[in-house]
């Protein structure tokens, strides 16, 4: 028996996204092909076995994925699933949205045209005195604030919008884990006047691994990221990276040549980002709204989610590929002889084996969930060096 509130496929679409190896892009690909999370739970030791592995993958129960929702209810938040109701729609459009979010707050608040602030943990005192106005400014003027409740700008941009309006807190770890822990009552005020947001799970402590992830939920919520004090190899320029490559508009605030925090915000300027002083700069460039696709393009390969029929256009499920299983085999190999550590495009593998886009697609998924591959955004993909998640 479900969790009250939790339906049958919701439990399943997280036990799906907890399940050793799988990542976002696979998720939404698996879902996509087999019409609903429990099918696609049940091929997966076929698949496993298909790309390499021995044994299937660990999937947790019924009762783990349930007291997980349980846990994030008891906490007073809820938990939102892609492609369902009440999910950020500008974050949906990411090929890696995450399939699972756990919010504390106003879930609503996520879905609000919205600006990212972001910067060095190490920032000056006149860089948090920026990002703190500058948030201010924003947030009066109806844009809820989001940002990664780090030390320095972050805390900065989160506190400047609490006193005009709504922010919304991206974290890289559980719920239950406010991290740094002296940030536990700035993540509280937050829940209360906006949204603390993660795709962790519970108890869930943040390691190095899991910013970048968090990064791009950061861009993914928001129409801008506005950076301040970033240094030269800082995470707030992956996050200005995974903003252009959303299509999300880019701002930085100017320093001075001197101070390398400054640096890498002074070279996105240069790199064509817009020069940000004051609110109005930011609000002179921002888009109204962002184009959010219709929601059955979320899982484009094949069933629809809802009904388990097959879509229009739909790729061809396992073993109706032209290939025979020999020929699938030899594909298999072939494949995992042009990937590397580098990232590798789809299309690339197509062009130079001479196997079908359908069998090659189809062989990558089987050797993600083999622990082999992992399936990135754009369409790439690279040899697995660690467990995903």
Known sequence: ??????????????????????????????????????????ALPGLARAGGRSGAPRVPSRG????????VEKLGGRVLFLGEPGYPPLLALLADAPPVLAVLGEASALSKRAVAIVGGRNASANGQRIAEELAGELAEAGLPIVSGMAR?????????????????????????????????GLQARIAERGAVVTEAPLGTAPQAR?????????????????VIEAALRSGSLITARLALESGRELYAVPGSPLDPRT????????QGAHLVETGADVLEHLPATAAVGEAASLFPPARSPKTGSPAPSAAPEQ???????????????????LLDSSPTTVDDLVRRCQF????????????EVAGRVELLPGDRVIVRSGTWG
């Open 1 to 42: 028996m479900t969790h009250e509130g939790a339906p049958a496929e919701a439990i399943d679409r997280l036990r799906l996204a907890r399940t050793e190896g799988i990542g976002p892009v696979a998720w939404r690909r698996l879902i996509g092909r087999y019409g609903s999370a429990a099918s696609a739970i049940d």
């Open 64 to 71: 783990t994925a349930e007291a997980e929702v349980a846990g």
């Open 152 to 184: 320095g700008v972050d805390a900065a941009a989160h506190k400047g919008a609490l006193e005009t309006g709504q922010t919304v807190a991206a974290v890289a770890g559980g719920l239950d884990m406010p991290y740094p822990i002296q940030h536990r």
């Open 210 to 226: 899991h910013f970048p992830r968090r990064n791009r939920i950061i861009a993914g919520l928001a129409l801008g990221v506005v």
């Open 263 to 270: 640096r890498g915000s002074n070279d996105l300027i240069r």
């Open 319 to 337: 073993g109706e590929d032209a290939e025979k299983p020999g020929e699938m085999s030899a594909a298999r190999a072939q494949i995992l002889e």
């Open 356 to 367: 079908s886009a359908a069998a090659v697609n189809a062989v990558l998924l089987e050797l």
